[in-house]
C-alpha cells in the first residue's frame, strides 16, 4: 500500500519532505508526497531537498521519482538501510545539516558502519548550523544510544557554499526514550567565529554576548572564538559569521542559540539577536530548546518507550513533524503547555528496531 502525504500541511515547507522520507525509508513503505513545499515562494523541491531525498534513496537502495527543481510531487519505494562509504553534495550552498537532518535516521538503521561525506553550507539561514549539529544535537542523541561523530572538515557559506562535513554512523538495534523536563544552567559558552573577514568582528560579537549574559546573571561564562583567512584549509571561499551560544545544563544536555552574521548589520546587532532568544527560552525553565525539538521528534517516534521533554518554545517545524509522524508511524504524541511558559512534549514510540 502507497502512503500519501500532502506537503502542504502544517508549515508547508521542507520540513514536511524530510521526516516523510525518512520514515518511509525506515518502514519500507513506499510513500508519495504531493504540493511539494505548497507554502514557500517559490514552491516545489530547491536543491538541497532534491539533495537530501536522492542520499536517503541510496543508503536505503530506493527507488526515487520526481527529483527535479521545482516539482511538486515525489514518490519513493524504499528497501533496506545499507552500510558503506557515501557522498552527496548539495551542489549549492543548501544546507548540509538539513540534508543530514532527513539522512541520519537512515544511517543508524544500516546494517553497519556507515562513512558520509555532506557537502554545501555548513552555516545557514533558517537551518541550524554545523556547530549546534555537534554542540546540542549529537550529546541528546547519544542519550538515546545513538552513536555518530560529525567532523568539520570546512566551512561553507553563501553563495558558493563547498563546506564539508564528514560523519559516522553505528549500527542501532533501538532508540531509548528521552526525558528532559527540568535543569539548571552548569556555564554558557560562547562560540564567535568567521571566514575572510577582519577578526575585530568576531572580538565584538563574543564582547557583547558576553557583557549581555553577565548583565542577565551568568556568570560562568567561556568564550571561544575561530577566525579563519585565506590561507586556513577550515576557511570557506565565501567570507561570513556568527554566533553560537550554548547553555550547558547540569543533566549533561545542552541548548543552543545562534544568529548568523548579515552583511550592513553590526556584529553587536548579531550578538545581541542571539543573546535575546536564549534569555527568552532559558527563562521558561525547560531543557530543550525550540530546535532540538525540531529534530528530536522523529527520534521520539521511533523509539522504545515514551519520551517526555519539556520545551522553551513550539515551533512550526516540530507541530508539523510531530503531525506527519503521527501519519506515517503508530507514535503517540501528546502536547501539554507549561506553567512557566513552553511546552511539554510525550511520545510512546513505535520501537522500532533494525529487523523491524
Same mark, same amino acid.
Given at each position: 500500500?502507497?502512503?500519501?502525504?500532502?506537503?502542504?500541511? =502544517?508549515? =508547508? =515547507?521542507?520540513?514536511?519532505?524530510?521526516?516523510?522520507?525518512?520514515?518511509?525509508?525506515?518502514?519500507?513503505?513506499?510513500?508519495?508526497?504531493?504540493?511539494? *513545499?505548497?507554502?514557500?515562494?517559490?514552491?516545489?523541491?530547491?536543491?538541497?531537498?532534491?539533495?537530501?531525498? *536522492?542520499?536517503?534513496?541510496?543508503?536505503?537502495?530506493?527507488?526515487?521519482?520526481?527529483?527535479?527543481?521545482?516539482?511538486?510531487?515525489?514518490?519513493?519505494?524504499?528497501?533496506?538501510?545499507?552500510?558503506?562509504?557515501?557522498?552527496?553534495?548539495?551542489?549549492?550552498?543548501?544546507?548540509?545539516?538539513?540534508?543530514?537532518?532527513?539522512?541520519?535516521?537512515?544511517?543508524?538503521?544500516?546494517?553497519?558502519?556507515?562513512?558520509?561525506?555532506?557537502?554545501?553550507?555548513?552555516?545557514?539561514?533558517?537551518?541550524?548550523?554545523?556547530?549546534?549539529?555537534?554542540?546540542?544535537?549529537?550529546?541528546?542523541?547519544?542519550?538515546?544510544?545513538?552513536?555518530?561523530?560529525?567532523?568539520?572538515?570546512?566551512?561553507?557559506?553563501?553563495?558558493?557554499?563547498?563546506?564539508?562535513?564528514?560523519?559516522?554512523?553505528?549500527?542501532?538495534?533501538?532508540?531509548?526514550?528521552?526525558?528532559?523536563?527540568?535543569?539548571?544552567?552548569?556555564?554558557?559558552?560562547?562560540?564567535?567565529?568567521?571566514?575572510?573577514?577582519?577578526?575585530?568582528?568576531?572580538?565584538?560579537?563574543?564582547?557583547?554576548?558576553?557583557?549581555?549574559? $553577565? *548583565?542577565?546573571?551568568?556568570?560562568?561564562?567561556?568564550? $571561544?572564538?575561530?577566525?579563519?583567512?585565506?590561507?586556513?584549509?577550515?576557511?570557506?571561499?565565501?567570507?561570513?559569521?556568527?554566533?553560537?551560544?550554548?547553555?550547558?545544563?547540569?543533566?549533561?544536555?545542552?541548548?543552543?542559540?545562534?544568529?548568523?552574521?548579515?552583511?550592513?548589520?553590526?556584529?553587536?546587532?548579531?550578538?545581541?539577536?542571539?543573546?535575546?532568544?536564549?534569555?527568552?527560552?532559558?527563562?521558561?525553565?525547560?531543557?530543550?530548546?525550540?530546535?532540538?525539538?525540531?529534530?528530536?521528534?522523529?527520534?521520539?517516534?521511533?523509539? $522504545?518507550?515514551?519520551?517526555?521533554?519539556?520545551?522553551?518554545?513550539?515551533?512550526?517545524?516540530?507541530?508539523?513533524?510531530?503531525?506527519?509522524?503521527?501519519?506515517?508511524?503508530?507514535?503517540?504524541?501528546?502536547?501539554?503547555?507549561?506553567?512557566?511558559?513552553?511546552?511539554?512534549?510525550?511520545?510512546?514510540?513505535?520501537?522500532? =528496531?533494525?529487523?523491524?
Amino acid at each position: 500500500m502507497v502512503k500519501e502525504i500532502d506537503g502542504s500541511i =502544517g508549515e =508547508g =515547507g521542507g520540513q514536511v519532505l524530510r521526516f516523510a522520507v525518512s520514515a518511509a525509508a525506515l518502514l519500507g513503505e513506499e510513500i508519495k508526497v504531493y504540493n511539494v *513545499r505548497a507554502k514557500r515562494k517559490p514552491p516545489g523541491l530547491r536543491p538541497q531537498h532534491i539533495a537530501a531525498i *536522492r542520499a536517503v534513496a541510496e543508503v536505503c537502495g530506493g527507488v526515487v521519482e520526481g527529483l527535479e527543481v521545482g516539482s511538486s510531487k515525489i514518490s519513493l519505494r524504499p528497501s533496506r538501510p545499507r552500510a558503506g562509504r557515501y557522498l552527496f553534495d548539495t551542489g549549492t550552498a543548501g544546507s548540509t545539516s538539513l540534508v543530514l537532518q532527513s539522512l541520519l535516521p537512515v544511517l543508524c538503521f544500516a546494517d553497519g558502519v556507515c562513512d558520509v561525506e555532506i557537502r554545501g553550507g555548513t552555516n545557514n539561514p533558517l537551518a541550524p548550523p554545523v556547530d549546534y549539529i555537534q554542540e546540542v544535537l549529537i550529546p541528546a542523541l547519544r542519550r538515546m544510544g545513538v552513536e555518530v561523530e560529525l567532523t568539520l572538515v570546512r566551512r561553507g557559506f553563501y553563495p558558493r557554499g563547498q563546506g564539508v562535513i564528514k560523519v559516522r554512523t553505528q549500527p542501532v538495534r533501538e532508540i531509548r526514550p528521552i526525558e528532559a523536563v527540568g535543569a539548571e544552567v552548569r556555564e554558557v559558552e560562547i562560540f564567535a567565529y568567521s571566514c575572510n573577514l577582519p577578526d575585530h568582528i568576531v572580538r565584538r560579537m563574543a564582547a557583547t554576548a558576553e557583557s549581555e549574559l $553577565k *548583565r542577565a546573571g551568568y556568570s560562568e561564562i567561556v568564550v $571561544k572564538t575561530e577566525v579563519l583567512g585565506l590561507g586556513d584549509s577550515k576557511a570557506s571561499p565565501d567570507p561570513g559569521t556568527g554566533i553560537l551560544i550554548v547553555a550547558r545544563l547540569d543533566n549533561g544536555l545542552a541548548m543552543g542559540f545562534d544568529a548568523l552574521g548579515e552583511k550592513g548589520v553590526p556584529a553587536e546587532v548579531v550578538a545581541e539577536r542571539a543573546v535575546e532568544d536564549a534569555l527568552s527560552q532559558l527563562s521558561t525553565g525547560a531543557p530543550i530548546d525550540k530546535h532540538l525539538a525540531d529534530q528530536l521528534v522523529i527520534w521520539m517516534a521511533l523509539a $522504545k518507550g515514551e519520551s517526555r521533554i519539556g520545551v522553551g518554545s513550539l515551533t512550526s517545524h516540530t507541530e508539523t513533524g510531530i503531525e506527519v509522524l503521527s501519519r506515517l508511524t503508530s507514535a503517540k504524541f501528546r502536547v501539554e503547555r507549561r506553567v512557566k511558559g513552553g511546552v511539554e512534549i510525550f511520545c510512546r514510540g513505535i520501537g522500532f =528496531g533494525r529487523g523491524s
